[in-house]
């Protein structure tokens, strides 16, 4: 059975810093693409950040250079640092695993207040 599961949110004052893990077991991460998306309530989910299995990353626009996606093959886990958070960057975070099927962890609530 796979399990993805996100953790490390919480709450950050303006400027603050977090950084979220997205675990894994029954998949070897290395082997997918994995995620980030965020989502606010009524809102669509936003890609926040992909980082491909040869350790490539993409970001959303609104990053601009503040988050940096990362991968540890042997904790089989991927991390999204994020620096310098606004409260606009308050949302629920998620990850997917992405290759032979798409696999999606429950999410972790970030908020950020000013």
């Known amino acids: 059975q796979v399990q993805v599961v996100e953790s490390g949110g919480g709450l950050v004052q303006d400027g603050g810093s977090l950084r979220l893990s997205c675990a894994a077991s029954g998949i070897v991460l290395n082997r997918y693409t994995v995620a980030w998306y965020r989502q606010t309530p009524g809102s669509q989910r936003d890609v926040v950040a992909s980082i491909m299995s040869g350790g490539n990353a993409v970001y959303g626009d609104f990053v601009k250079g503040r988050f940096a996606a990362s991968r540890d093959d042997a904790k089989n886990q991927v991390y999204l640092q994020m620096n310098n958070l606004t409260p606009a960057d308050t949302a629920v975070y998620l990850c997917?695993?992405?290759?032979?099927?798409?696999?999606w962890g429950q999410g972790t609530q970030v908020t950020v207040s000013s």
């Open positions: 997917a695993a992405i290759g032979e099927g798409i696999y």
